[in-house]
């Protein structure tokens, strides 16, 4: 029987809940949002795009771990105020020097460079204050075992031992980090880029469908409710769009926008509105000789607003099911596009861009490298799927409660 008293929400919440796959696929969803959101704060590379190349530890296998030498670059860097090294990561402040072992000699550090070839191994050296301050070389001073340096903003003059100066890069300038996904090809942290490549999949995603359901729903309304010869205008272009193989008019887009972040989305979008306005279309026919959109004409009401007011909001079960669904497809158009080299580009971390990249290693042990992003995919698509099929059932209203 079905329940009695209860909002036609929380009876579609119900019956989603007896669908474990489709929860399953509702937490996946959940938990890469998260990801996404957190982005910058959870990744071990906050460099922007996460795009810290080291190239002496390039293509070293997961769980890889090496010491680092930072040294602060000399140059003057900008301002960032907290809110943008959250959303948009930091501007690289250092340089990362992958060492073996390191000594140091009076006011300068020797570290024996990392090198997975033991015949490329070579020393460096590198003064003490210039690693850990951003310094005017052409005012720094040794003398008697204190170093004296001004800043390269002029702000103050540093004046410390060499002991203190020693114990200042031991704590703070020698670090150890461990790589969980190794590192790609020009030696970046593949999680870092796994993680900010979340953002990427999920924004063009949400974007394209927002896109193609404010265009579906406007044009599929207007055709369903006012027919005659508007009905067969717009229906006319939805067959002429629905005619052009999808992936060939979002590459003929893309050209035509060019290469970017945005221009992907609204690409995106601007090829998936056909089939929301195909079946707003149908729903509209069904729905606008209902006794209560009769009512509404009767008082006089616009069409505009029984349209949108009255007959819209009880035709969304449908366009939420079409929009899990587009969310996937956005998903892997995003990722073929990348692939191709016309989609998002370089150094802006995405899974289509990681499979490029690297696909050329699925034929050697590191396979992994084009696996690692394509799984995601994959797991990304399937639960959108899953959680599209979990509403189309949650939705029906012959399902039993």
């Given at each position: 029987?079905?329940?009695?008293?209860?909002?036609?929400?929380?009876?579609?919440?119900?019956?989603?809940?007896?669908?474990?796959?489709?929860?399953?696929?509702?937490?996946?969803?959940?938990?890469?949002?998260?990801?996404?959101?957190?982005?910058?704060?959870?990744?071990?590379?906050?460099?922007?795009?996460?795009?810290?190349?080291?190239?002496?530890?390039?293509?070293?296998?997961?769980?890889?771990?090496?010491?680092?030498?930072?040294?602060?670059?000399?140059?003057?860097?900008?301002?960032?105020?907290?809110?943008?090294?959250?959303?948009?990561?930091?501007?690289?402040?250092?340089?990362?020097?992958?060492?073996?072992?390191?000594?140091?000699?009076?006011?300068?550090?020797?570290?024996?460079?990392?090198?997975?070839?033991?015949?490329?191994?070579?020393?460096?050296?590198?003064?003490?204050?210039?690693?850990?301050?951003?310094?005017?070389?052409?005012?720094?001073?040794?003398?008697?075992?204190?170093?004296?340096?001004?800043?390269?903003?002029?702000?103050?003059?540093?004046?410390?031992?060499?002991?203190?100066?020693?114990?200042?890069?031991?704590?703070?300038?020698?670090?150890?980090?461990?790589?969980?996904?190794?590192?790609?090809?020009?030696?970046?942290?593949?999680?870092?880029?796994?993680?900010?490549?979340?953002?990427?999949?999920?924004?063009?995603?949400?974007?394209?469908?927002?896109?193609?359901?404010?265009?579906?729903?406007?044009?599929?309304?207007?055709?369903?409710?006012?027919?005659?010869?508007?009905?067969?205008?717009?229906?006319?272009?939805?067959?002429?769009?629905?005619?052009?193989p999808t992936l060939l008019m979002v590459i003929s887009i893309t050209l035509v926008l060019g290469k970017g972040y945005w221009q992907v989305f609204i690409a995106v979008g601007l090829t998936m509105?056909?089939?929301?306005?195909?079946?707003?279309?149908?729903?509209?026919?069904?729905?606008?000789?209902?006794?209560y959109v009769e009512a509404a004409r009767v008082t006089g009401m616009r069409p505009g607003r029984i349209l949108f007011r009255h007959i819209v909001p009880n035709i969304l079960s449908p366009v939420v099911i079409i929009s899990a669904a587009n969310f996937a497809t956005a998903i892997l158009l995003e990722?073929?596009?990348?692939?191709?080299?016309?989609?998002?580009?370089?150094?802006?971390?995405?899974?289509?861009?990681?499979?490029?990249?690297?696909?050329?290693?699925?034929?050697?042990?590191?396979?992994?490298?084009?696996?690692?992003?394509?799984?995601?995919?994959?797991?990304?698509?399937?639960?959108?799927?899953?959680?599209?099929?979990?509403?189309?059932?949650?939705?029906?209203?012959?399902?039993?409660?």
């Open positions: 029987m079905k329940e009695k008293g209860i909002s036609p929400t929380r009876l579609a919440w119900n019956r989603f809940k007896r669908n474990p796959v489709s929860v399953a696929g509702l937490i996946f969803i959940f938990v890469t949002v998260v990801i996404s959101v957190g982005g910058y704060m959870i990744s071990p590379d906050k460099v922007r795009h996460a795009n810290s190349q080291v190239l002496e530890i390039a293509l070293e296998k997961p769980g890889f771990v090496c010491d680092f030498l930072k040294v602060v670059s000399n140059g003057r860097m900008p301002e960032e105020g907290f809110l943008k090294r959250v959303f948009t990561g930091m501007s690289p402040d250092h340089t990362l020097v992958p060492v073996s072992s390191w000594r140091f000699e009076e006011d300068r550090i020797v570290v024996l460079e990392y090198s997975k070839y033991s015949e490329d191994r070579f020393y460096s050296s590198y003064l003490l204050a210039d690693v850990c301050f951003s310094v005017d070389m052409n005012a720094y001073e040794y003398v008697d075992g204190t170093v004296r340096v001004q800043l390269v903003d002029h702000s103050r003059e540093i004046d410390l031992s060499v002991d203190a100066l020693q114990k200042m890069v031991e704590e703070e300038r020698i670090i150890s980090k461990r790589f969980l996904l190794g590192t790609d090809r020009f030696g970046r942290d593949m999680l870092s880029r796994m993680i900010l490549g979340t953002r990427v999949s999920l924004a063009v995603g949400f974007i394209a469908v927002l896109i193609s359901v404010f265009i579906g729903i406007l044009l599929g309304g207007i055709a369903g409710y006012f027919r005659g010869w508007v009905d067969k205008l717009i229906m006319w272009l939805v067959n002429v769009v629905w005619s052009v509105w056909v089939e929301v306005a195909r079946v707003v279309r149908g729903q509209v026919l069904s729905v606008r000789e209902k006794e990722a073929g596009l990348s692939f191709l080299g016309i989609g998002v580009q370089p150094p802006v971390p995405t899974w289509g861009g990681m499979i490029k990249e690297h696909y050329g290693y699925i034929i050697v042990e590191m396979g992994y490298l084009a696996f690692i992003p394509g799984f995601a995919i994959m797991l990304m698509v399937l639960a959108f799927t899953l959680v599209g099929n979990g509403l189309r059932d949650a939705l029906d209203s012959r399902q039993q409660a």
